[in-house]
């Protein structure tokens, strides 16, 4: 079982810089590769990012890759979205989910969920 908080959302210039962060609770955090997803209004569910249990691996999606980068810290159970030279199409609702095996990019792949926090980019 494991439990995820988002946070770090807001509103940022296109251009701009966020960084979010996914609180995780759970002994077994470790085993768990996690992964970012978004969803903006009207759209599904996109895949974002995702990092290996110990954090030796990641994949990001095209659209974000080389802006965006996962990174995360088992010793504080806390996985990061870096968030760099955001664009408006950026805007979405972001949330860290958690998957027993690392490089699935589909959201029914993952069985926890944060709530999700609001990532807004103006022009």
């Known amino acids: 079982q494991v439990q995820l908080v988002e946070s770090g959302g807001g509103l940022v210039q296109a251009g701009g810089s966020l960084r979010l962060t996914c609180a995780a609770s759970?002994?077994?955090?470790?085993?768990?590769?996690m992964g970012w997803f978004r969803q903006a209004p009207g759209k599904e569910r996109e895949f974002v990012a995702t990092?290996?249990?110990?954090?030796?691996?990641?994949l990001h999606a095209d659209s974000v890759k080389g802006r965006f980068t996962i990174s995360r810290d088992n010793a504080k159970n806390t996985v990061y979205l870096q968030m760099n030279s955001l664009k408006p199409e950026d805007t979405a609702v972001y949330y860290c989910?958690?998957?027993?095996?690392?490089?699935?990019?589909?959201?029914?792949?993952?069985?926890?969920w944060g709530q999700g926090t609001q990532v807004t980019v103006s022009s």
């Open positions: 759970g002994r077994t955090f470790s085993n768990y590769a």
């Open positions: 989910a958690a998957n027993p095996k690392f490089g699935r990019r589909g959201p029914t792949d993952y069985d926890y």
């Open positions: 990092i290996s249990g110990l954090g030796l691996a990641t």
